[in-house]
Structure formats: structure tokens, C-alpha cells
């Protein structure tokens, strides 16, 4: 019991921590929007799509290896040697990446970039480093250390957030804003790598464990790429096929739809080592439940959120970004809530395929998805513009979770209750209701209409007994101790 509650505290923690990462996000948006031309917020979207799918790649999958291999060690020489042979194949893969942007970053400045070649360059460094800024918050995360690296991650976040406004505020415009990246991923480096020295010393490694790493890591870079081609690969098509001003009216409305992944990103960061210590140990019963819980917690958050997030989406895109914006792009934020969601369960179910390390599994899935992705895009995009890259991300994303489904059902069963998930959606069509009628418009107003939803919601889930005693003591027990 002490470890469910160890475990339920360090999700409210990062929940925590990531609903403010999340905010962050959303703090940039009308100062970019209002402050950059159309097309060069269209720029800084093709900017952070092109990370996310750069330092995916440059990783070789090895955060993930970390959180599943490194985890369970307890000697301090093993867990140094397997931290800094990750650390120096990253340093050499981050280079190689490095070197091919610039070499080529004429085509990439008028491919992606709307012909900016100062950007493009300035991102040749980034990437150079926030590959190994990936390895070392992931070494936090594989050895528990949820409270610093919670710390750092919101550390990383607004001062990002600051950098990147002050330079855009000041004029310096869209090179500003990814200058202010830069200065950002080398001072959190900086910082973060001490404190790692300081913990566990420096060594050259010798690689010997470096094939166990990669067996491991390599067949999950299917699941990366596809992963970014699912998510963010969509704002590519939109630029190619309709323009950089059409992504800068998708992207708003795409960011708030995906705050439902703060309600996700907390399993997904202390599941898989918990997880991993547990079905090393033998403790099915403890997997089970840690499962079990999971997908209940989500789904009583999630399912409220996407019913709020789609009514208010208008209004509040209307306060962030301008009226050009939100009136083209609010109808995808429903859309974008639903498949969230519909990922937060599959990457709950997908930790089974992890444990049993069934690596191939998940990157073949993956991969089906991504390719379903593009044709879909491809065939939508040019006939019904941003909404038809919305769809088909709900349909991507349902791929996803019938797959880690049926490997669920087959391999790996546990209890869940449905009718929860049911009381949920009608206290959610309720709130829906209330939202409609109430029609909120200012910032005020929709932060009385979240206020009186969430009273209306946590009341009717009380009322309708959506969790049983036994849930209801455990969690009073999180707090009254």
C-alpha cells in the first residue's frame, strides 16, 4: 500500500508539473501569434515539429532502453557505465545529425523554413544539443529521481518560455525565437549534467553493455518515427500541400485539444520504470493493479476534459490567437481531444507490450499507423483542408489502441470496470450541457464556467458512485496522513 501511495504522490507531482509545462505553451501562443507574422508563426510551428522528430531519431531509442534496463540496476559502476555509453553514442549520433542540417540547409531553409536560412542553421546547433539533454533527463527518470527531474523539466520550460519572448518582444522576430532555444538547451544542459557528475562521477565507458542497449532501443525508432509522423508530421503536409499560414491556423487549435496529454504524461513518465521493477520481481498482482488504476484515473479525467475542451475551444482561441485564427481552426481542438485521449490509453496498455519486450510489436504497429497517417493525409488535406489532417489523427491513433488491445486481451488480462467509464460520459454530457447554455466568452468567464464544471462534475461522480469505498479511503489516505 505504502507504494501505491509513493506512486499516486509522484503522479500528482509531475501531473502537477506538467499542467504548468502545458501552460507554457499556451502562455506563448498570443505572443506569437500577435507579435510574428502568419507565416512566420507557421515557421516556429515547423520549428518544434522538426525537433521533436530530429531528437527522436538521434537517440536510437535509448531513453527508452534507460527506463527499461537501467532502472533495475543497483550497482552505482553499472549504472555509470551504461549512463555514459548511452551519453557518448549520443554524442556522436547528435554530431552526424548536426553536420547533415547544415550541410544541407539550403534545401531545408526553402523546403520547411519558407526560405529562412538563419533559422535553419541556428537549429543545427539545437539539435546538436537537445539530443543529450533527452539522455540526461531520461537518466533522472529511469533512476526515480521524479523530484529533480520534475524541477528541471519546468526549469527548461519557462525559461524557454522567457528567452523565447523576450527575443520576439525586442523584434528580433522568428530568428530571435529560436536563438532563445539554443541559449535555453545549453544553459539546462549545463546545469543538469553537473549535478549527474557530481552523483555518479565521469568514466569512459566501455560499451560492454552497448548491444543489450541497442537490441533493445534500435527496434523502438520505428515507434519514434512514426510516433512524430502520427503527431506532428500533418503540419509538414499542411505547409507542402496548402501553405505555412493554414499551419499556423491548425496548430493553436491542435495544442489545446492535446492538453489532455496532461493528464497522461505523469503514467507515462512513472509507469514504466515502476512497472519494470515489479515484472522483474515477479509481482503480477502489483502490475496488475498499478494497470488497473491507471486506466480508471485517466479516463474519469480525460473524458470530462474533452467534452470541456471542444465547447471551449472558440472562445478561448479567440482570447489567445487572433479572430483569423480562431475562426479557421477552433473545429479541430474536439478532434484532437478525442485521440489524446484515445493515446493516453494506449500507452497505458502499451506498457505490457514493453514488459514482455516485444519491441517489434509496438514498431510495426507504429509503423501501419504512421502509413496510414500520410495516405490519409494526402488524400483529406488538398479536399477538406485542416479538418481532414484532424481526422486522421483520430483514426491513426485507433489503430494504435486496437493493436496493444488485442495483444492485451490475449496476453495479459486484468480487471477494468466499465460502468465508471459510463456514469463519466453522462456527467460529462451534462457539464457539455451547462457549457452550451452558459456560453462563456471572456477569460473570466470561461474560468468560472471550468470552476462550476469541475464542482458539477466531482459532485454527479460522488453522487452516482463512480469510485468505491475501498478507492475513496485509499486516496484520503494520500492525503491524511
Known amino acids: 500500500m505504502e507504494e501505491y501511495k509513493l506512486f499516486i504522490k509522484r503522479i500528482g507531482l509531475v501531473g502537477l508539473v506538467n499542467i504548468l509545462v502545458s501552460l507554457s505553451g499556451i502562455l506563448l501562443i498570443p505572443i506569437l501569434t500577435k507579435n510574428l507574422s502568419i507565416l512566420d508563426y507557421g515557421v516556429w510551428v515547423q520549428i518544434?515539429?522538426?525537433?521533436?522528430?530530429?531528437?527522436?531519431l538521434v537517440n536510437l531509442g535509448l531513453p527508452y532502453a534507460m527506463f527499461r534496463l537501467l532502472a533495475v540496476k543497483k550497482?552505482?559502476?553499472?549504472?555509470?557505465?551504461?549512463?555514459?555509453?548511452?551519453?557518448?553514442?549520443?554524442?556522436?549520433?547528435?554530431?552526424?545529425a548536426s553536420l547533415l542540417f547544415i550541410l544541407f540547409s539550403r534545401w531545408i531553409s526553402e523546403a520547411i523554413f519558407n526560405g529562412n536560412l538563419t533559422v535553419t542553421l541556428i537549429l543545427s546547433f539545437v539539435i546538436l544539443i537537445i539530443g543529450l539533454n533527452n539522455v540526461l533527463f531520461g537518466f533522472l527518470r529511469a533512476l526515480q529521481k521524479i523530484k529533480r527531474f520534475s524541477l528541471f523539466w519546468l526549469i527548461q520550460t519557462y525559461l524557454n518560455v522567457f528567452l523565447v519572448s523576450y527575443f520576439v518582444l525586442n523584434g528580433q522576430g522568428i530568428v530571435g525565437a529560436v536563438s532563445g532555444i539554443l541559449i535555453c538547451q545549453i544553459i539546462i544542459f549545463a546545469i543538469v549534467f553537473s549535478l549527474i557528475l557530481a552523483e555518479i562521477g565521469f568514466k569512459i565507458p566501455k560499451f560492454n553493455n552497448m548491444k543489450e542497449y541497442l537490441s533493445f532501443g534500435i527496434p523502438g525508432m520505428p515507434n519514434n518515427l512514426s510516433y512524430w509522423v502520427v503527431d506532428s508530421s500533418d503540419r509538414y503536409l499542411i505547409g507542402l500541400l496548402l501553405g505555412s499560414a493554414f499551419v499556423a491556423y491548425y496548430s493553436p487549435g491542435y495544442s489545446i485539444g492535446m492538453l489532455i496529454f496532461v493528464l497522461m504524461v505523469?503514467?507515462?513518465?512513472?509507469?514504466?520504470?515502476?512497472?519494470?521493477?515489479?515484472?522483474?520481481?515477479?509481482?503480477?498482482?502489483?502490475?496488475?493493479?498499478l494497470l488497473q488504476y491507471s486506466m480508471k484515473y485517466f479516463?474519469?479525467?480525460?473524458?470530462?476534459?474533452?467534452?470541456?475542451?471542444?465547447l471551449l475551444s472558440k472562445?478561448?482561441?479567440?482570447?489567445?490567437t487572433t479572430t483569423e485564427i480562431a475562426l479557421k481552426g477552433y473545429y479541430i481542438t474536439p478532434l484532437v481531444a478525442l485521440s489524446t485521449t484515445i493515446f493516453g490509453l494506449y500507452m497505458i496498455l502499451a506498457q505490457i507490450i514493453l514488459l514482455d519486450k516485444k519491441m517489434k510489436i509496438i514498431g510495426t504497429s507504429w509503423i501501419i499507423a504512421g502509413l496510414?497517417?500520410?495516405?490519409l493525409n494526402l488524400i483529406l488535406i488538398p479536399y477538406i483542408g485542416i479538418l481532414g489532417a484532424g481526422f486522421t489523427t483520430l483514426v491513426s491513433y485507433s489503430i494504435m489502441f486496437i493493436v496493444a488491445l488485442f495483444y492485451t486481451l490475449n496476453n495479459f488480462k486484468f480487471d477494468f470496470e466499465v460502468t465508471p467509464i459510463l456514469k463519466s460520459i453522462m456527467a460529462s454530457i451534462i457539464i457539455g450541457i451547462f457549457i452550451i447554455i452558459y456560453a462563456p466568452s471572456s477569460i473570466a468567464e470561461i474560468f468560472l464556467a471550468i470552476l462550476i464544471c469541475s464542482g458539477i462534475y466531482i459532485g454527479l461522480m460522488g453522487f452516482l458512485r463512480a469510485l468505491t469505498k475501498e478507492?475513496?479511503?485509499f486516496m484520503k489516505s494520500l492525503v491524511i496522513k
Do not use: C, Q
Open 372 to 375: 496510414s497517417n500520410v495516405i
Open 471 to 473: 478507492e475513496l479511503k
Open 299 to 310: 479516463l474519469l479525467s480525460a473524458i470530462p476534459s474533452v467534452f470541456a475542451l471542444g
Open 266 to 289: 505523469p503514467f507515462d513518465i512513472l509507469l514504466t520504470p515502476l512497472l519494470s521493477r515489479y515484472f522483474e520481481e515477479n509481482r503480477m498482482e502489483e502490475v496488475k493493479k
Open 75 to 96: 550497482d552505482k559502476k553499472d549504472i555509470s557505465e551504461g549512463f555514459y555509453s548511452i551519453f557518448f553514442l549520443t554524442i556522436l549520433s547528435s554530431a552526424v
Open 48 to 56: 518544434n515539429t522538426t525537433l521533436i522528430l530530429i531528437s527522436s
Open 315 to 320: 472562445p478561448i482561441l479567440m482570447i489567445l
